[in-house]
């Protein structure tokens, strides 16, 4: 099962005291479906999950599916390293009427293989929606193998992977052995291209706050069968994608989308702003 092309990892709008900005979340949820997003992945890392309560978590999935109102897929946030934890906010996030769930792998505890399949075998057993598993050793430290999705593919409702762990061996291990209808999504901006041509189905993005039309032809090109075209969009975006975590993410978009005219707040402790330097060289960058 895919969830479209192209999905926007959505940040969480806050107001000047650095609350949830239901308001602003309504503006950005529109400038993004205006602007490529074929789905949205909401309370996820780039929504500043660590810093958002339970309760905040249940509201941002309830409002979005409000807003949304079934034009896109939905997919909510609802891992932690407490299965737990993660099967009972994946209950609330049923109860919203978000489309899927996006899990991540348990990050301090590191678990072992075997760990990680019985922990997210024990959340989808618990859920009738759809789950996208998420790699993202960088953060988490553990990695999912691909054995271990591959194994996990066979999961009824386990039907995705957004993979940001860099290694395209895993990726088209995966590919080439999970159930022909397990989509591999990239969880890096830059990565996209490398794993269209390996079969992958697209990219949950964050620069696609801010080019998503752009993310979205280049998916298109390639798709067609332009791949000198999707190559050349590419090779123009690589710099923004790469501002977009020259500081700890989701600083650099929050900053950027404040750039561009779309407002959505600051960051929470433990992140912090950009400084005027940094925010100059980033403003520099989305002009050129």
Request: charged share 20%; no cysteine.
């Amino acid at each position: 099962m895919g969830f479209g092309n192209l999905l926007t990892a959505m940040v969480t709008p806050f107001d000047a005291n650095n609350q949830v900005d239901f308001a602003k979340t309504t503006k950005l949820i529109e400038h993004l479906l205006e602007n490529g997003s074929e789905g949205l992945v909401v309370g996820g890392t780039t929504g500043e999950s660590p810093t958002l309560t339970t309760d905040e978590k249940i509201a941002l999935f309830r409002h979005t599916v409000k807003v949304v109102n079934r034009r896109v897929p939905v997919i909510a946030g609802s891992g932690s390293n407490s299965t737990q934890a993660s099967i009972t906010l994946t209950k609330a996030a049923e109860k919203s009427g978000v489309d899927g769930v996006m899990l991540v792998a348990p990050y301090y505890n590191k678990p072992n293989q075997e760990g990680l399949y019985h922990h997210f075998a024990a959340i989808a057993g618990e859920t009738r929606l759809p789950v996208m598993l998420y790699n993202v050793p960088g953060r988490t430290v553990v990695k999912i193998s691909a054995e271990t999705i591959i194994r996990l593919s066979q999961i009824d409702n386990i039907v995705s992977v957004k993979d940001a762990s860099g290694d395209l061996d895993l990726v088209s291990n995966v590919i080439e052995h999970a159930d022909d209808d397990f989509s591999v999504y990239s969880g890096e901006d830059s990565i996209t291209l490398p794993l269209l041509a390996l079969g992958g189905d697209g990219v949950v993005s964050v620069v696609a706050h801010i080019a998503g039309n752009d993310m979205k032809g280049m998916v298109n090109a390639y798709q067609s069968g332009d791949v000198v075209r999707a190559a050349s969009i590419h090779r123009k975006l690589l710099p923004v994608m790469n501002g977009m975590f020259a500081q700890p993410s989701p600083v650099p978009v929050k900053t950027a989308l404040n750039i561009t005219g779309v407002n959505v707040g600051g960051v929470r402790l433990p992140l912090m702003a950009m400084s005027d330097a940094e925010r100059e060289t980033l403003r520099n960058l989305i002009q050129r």
